[in-house]
């Protein structure tokens, strides 16, 4: 891997001295060299380019490649669903390697001949190879219902169904590790720096853990009661609400990696599951009363009062985040059923429901 760094960096030299972006020109320019430099093998060099150029296009500063991953293809890459080997081209030739994997994995990969790999080296340098399988989705079909996901207020995610799965376990993870961390950080030893290694990967794998359940829960319910599920529109949302000041909450949901990994665990598992997941603009979803549909009419000022919305103009209370989910079923339900009678519209600027749903 160590002579895929090295291609990787002659590679992106030549692209930057001649400015040049394109897979084939640049193949043409700096295929013999790199493989007289390295001794790679010819379809390495081609996955090297490719990388180049795929880094180059997606952030404007490439400031270094690291020794840590190989993609693999079908002619560097293949998989013995007898034998549960993977048989990999290196430097050194095809060389096999037994599989380690468990049920679950047995299972997606039971029939299948992948075509795409990722082989990875961890820090600790153990070896992991993520192998991409092709899964049948089921068509999502029209369905009337919407349950509408509120992410990370209080609790993680809320339904408008009225679930909620509490924020409160990874919170007082994250605290724990975070204490231990700041203690151990002060040290600067050697197994010190290793055991943070080791916390910040026990942390994310926890999330993760948690996201998983989180998304499987959340599809299985949207398809048990035959439902889209829709959730904020939050990609967007980082430029157009750097202009306004934003509460801390605010930024922490907009800039939280494990939202995103929540939403892109839920986009695959509800394509299996045949759910269709809607994204609806995420513009005063917690302000707004869900039965009326009324905003508080000072500026600054909400309804929302910590965990309870007490609307001030029909009395409604309720739930502050089931309310914001019952929003975004509103909005989402306009969204995947145009035909719908609960269209939003904009009024002077604000995003305002007429009544629809119901308690
Ligand atoms: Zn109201």
């Given at each position: 891997m160590l002579w895929l760094e090295t291609a990787c960096h002659q590679i992106y030299e030549v692209a930057k001295r001649e400015k040049c972006w394109n897979t084939t020109k640049l193949h043409h320019k700096v295929y013999k060299p790199v493989r007289e430099a390295t001794g790679l093998k010819a379809n390495h060099v081609c996955q090297a380019i490719r990388r180049v150029i795929g880094n180059a296009t997606s952030v404007k500063q490439v400031h270094k490649f690291r020794p840590t991953s190989i993609n693999l293809d079908v002619r560097t890459f293949q998989y013995i669903e007898d034998l549960q080997t993977v048989g990999i081209t290196l430097m050194c030739g095809r060389v096999k390697f037994k599989l380690s994997i468990g049920n679950y994995q047995l299972a997606l990969l039971k029939g299948q001949a992948p075509t795409a790999a990722t082989l990875n080296k961890t820090k600790r340098g153990d070896y992991y190879i993520n192998v991409c399988v092709k899964w049948p989705t089921n068509p999502t079909g029209q369905r009337l219902k919407v349950v509408g996901v509120d992410l990370?207020?209080?609790?993680?995610a809320t339904t408008s169904t009225g679930k909620s799965w509490s924020g409160k376990q990874i919170q007082s993870i994250r605290d724990r590790y975070r204490f231990v961390r700041a203690n151990v950080q002060s040290k600067r030893t050697r197994s010190s720096r290793r055991l943070l290694r080791r916390l910040s990967g026990r942390e994310q794998r926890f999330q993760k853990w948690l996201n998983h359940n989180i998304s499987k829960q959340l599809v299985q319910e949207a398809k048990q009661i035959g439902a889209d599920l829709a959730f904020e529109d939050?990609?967007?949302?980082r430029e157009s609400l750097n202009k306004k000041p934003r509460s801390k909450t605010e930024r922490r949901r907009t800039n939280n990696w494990a939202f995103y990994q929540l939403r892109l665990f839920v986009g695959y598992k509800a394509n299996i599951a045949g759910v269709k997941v809607v994204f609806v603009p995420a513009a005063y979803t917690s302000q707004t009363c869900s039965r009326c549909g009324h905003i508080h009419p000072v500026k600054g000022k909400s309804y929302r009062n910590g965990k309870v919305f007490k609307c001030g103009h029909c009395g409604f209370e309720h739930d502050a985040d089931i309310n914001a989910a019952n929003n975004i079923a509103a909005l989402g339900k306009s969204v995947?059923?145009?035909?719908?009678?609960?269209m939003s519209c904009q009024l002077e600027g604000q995003l305002s429901l007429f009544p629809m749903i119901q308690i």
């Open positions: 990370g207020r209080r609790d993680i939050l990609t967007n949302i995947s059923l145009p035909e719908s009678p609960g």
